[in-house]
């Protein structure tokens, strides 16, 4: 049998809390044996959504936490001064052993500095980088770093480099992913002060596979496996994905109902463009996780429904039994004692 | 009668020159009466495609350039050896006020180069740039800066605001334009260095209508009509734009095909489909302006085809109407005095 993993879930963080959050829970133990849930959070309400479903008992736990943390408050300051929230209980767990990984769907910024302060850093890790999949033509491809950590240094990228291959590589399962680096033109001698400093490191960097400027047009048609970029460039890029992706849907939608004839065709169409469109929608691949901390920290979306929290549980399985953390410390050390 | 406004236009740029450059121009002057297009680039050729049209002659010219500059070729060094290109020919031209506006669809880079070289600087503008209108969901937005000037500072930004608001409001018929600094998150301290030190500047800024911080993700919704980043954000934007759209057009086409209900679908919704779907295409706009010259230099797409070449010529006249660059000197000027 495999080895249990066990996921400490924010049970109120998110516009669907907690009723989504423990459905996706749910949902998670009663697809995977060897997964056991931790959900932290307010213990009557959390028992409430629990008792409308069936599941393995052992496999979902509560810790209770009376105090949450909301969307505007400034992170600092809440991590710091609420002890008892579903955020820095969750996340002591992690710190604590108790538990390998913490999904939530609260505060980005909240999730972003617990991380670094209560979960901590791997030794040499510069800067832990934010890094959601992203849908594009035929598959995923990993953003790194989009909104962990703003005005980066050349150094941070090559981490996110090579941190970003061994998810693609080991999480993801694709052999020897394409990392580029995102620029405004494919020739080396483009590009702002940063890029054109990055672009050498990451060209000298011998374990991984770089393969030059990718154009922020071709990123969705799958032009490399690893988006290197700094946080606010990744930030827009992850944003107007969803940005265009719904206004095109819109206009598709305010197309078909023009005419009888469209409303017809709209009609006849439906079921097999919902399937397709399924397949570019992010909330598919789960949360984005913060690469290269002493466990691992799973953002998921502030909107998640339970199908984002379920696949944020169950990718935390591959993360741990892949030994994540493991390689990236390997790799980090190797790089440093070289 | 109305001034004519005569615009030089690059016939020897862009992947579809001299073709689709010269229809574009008849198309244009068959239009308006007021146009009068100077064509530049090699003769012989710009004939052979005037002869397959009807069109007032008075209302064409050409100026023979011998020379083309390439895509590849570094900018700088094209714009000054290439004397006798289309590009530097066409742009002499505007310098030497025989021309009110200069289209060209070949090298952006060296277009960007030749405007701030050959034609110049608006006095007391710092960085002229480039600015596309970039589809919303029910309108445009002028997007300012997205490619010519890489590590731009705070200053550079708030006067790409003011001749942005000016462009919309004269060009584009838009009323108070509202100005959003793209950033990542709505309040006032998120951002990297740049955005916070320009938002208090912006904030200040009395002849502009700053609405403050716009995510990327309410970009295409309209969230506002001038959009202010520095270029390679902006770059991003425009490329992504473009690049998400096409993965999802293929996307609905692939959900079309793969059943038969959904083909009968597609073929009966397809002809309402293709008219909503054409209002969220760029290349509807025409060009991009380059800002702040002393004279319209317009960028079009390299893959522009004729209606793009017609829309960018008609736009100078507005441009040149409504006296833009006046009314940009004016700001300016009052701004530095003040």
Redesign the interface.
């Known amino acids: 049998m495999q080895e249990t993993v066990r996921v400490a879930v924010d049970a109120m963080g998110g516009d669907n809390a907690p009723e989504q959050i423990v459905k996706g829970a749910v949902d998670a133990v009663n697809s995977k044996k060897e997964i056991k849930v931790i959900l932290t959070g307010k213990k009557d309400q959390i028992e409430r959504e629990l008792g409308k479903y069936t599941y393995p008992k052992e496999q979902i736990e509560i810790v209770h936490a009376g105090e949450v943390i909301e969307m505007a408050e400034p992170p600092v300051k809440a991590i710091r001064t609420k002890k008892d929230s579903s955020i820095v209980v969750g996340m002591n767990l992690v710190k604590k052993k108790e538990a390998d990984a913490f999904v939530s769907a609260g505060s980005t910024g909240a999730v972003l500095v617990g991380g670094q302060l209560i979960v901590g850093r791997i030794k040499g890790v510069e800067r832990p980088p934010l890094a959601p999949l992203i849908p ?2 035929n598959g995923v491809a990993l953003l790194v770093d989009c ?1 962990a950590n ?2 980066a240094r050349p150094s941070h990228l090559v981490q996110f480099a090579q941190m970003g291959s061994i998810y693609m590589e080991h999480v993801i399962g694709i052999k020897n992913p394409r990392v580029g680096i ?1 620029n ?1 033109g494919a020739e080396e001698e483009k ?3 940063l ?1 054109k400093e990055t672009f050498p490191l990451l060209k000298q960097c011998k374990d991984i596979n770089f393969i030059g400027s990718v ?7 799958g032009a490399c496996d690893v988006v290197v970029c700094e ?3 990744g ?18 939608k ?3 109902m ?2 009888l ?2 409303k ?14 399924k ?2 929608d992010a909330s598919q691949y789960g949360g984005a996780p913060l690469l290269g901390l002493n466990g691992l920290v799973v953002k998921a979306h502030g909107s998640s429904k339970s199908t984002e929290i379920t696949n944020s549980i169950i990718q935390c399985v591959q993360f741990k039994q892949q030994q994540i953390n493991e390689k990236m410390k390997e790799k980090i050390m190797a790089e440093k004692t070289e």
Chains 1, 2 share one sequence.
């Open positions: 594009t033509k909104g703003v005005d995102v405004i590009g702002n002060a890029v154009e922020a047009r071709d990123i969705p048609a946080a606010f460039v930030n827009v890029i992850l944003k107007l994905y969803e940005g265009v992706g719904a206004t095109l849907i819109s206009k598709v305010e197309g078909m023009t005419t004839r469209s017809i065709g709209g009609w006849l169409v439906k079921p097999a463009l919902k399937k397709t469109l397949s570019f």
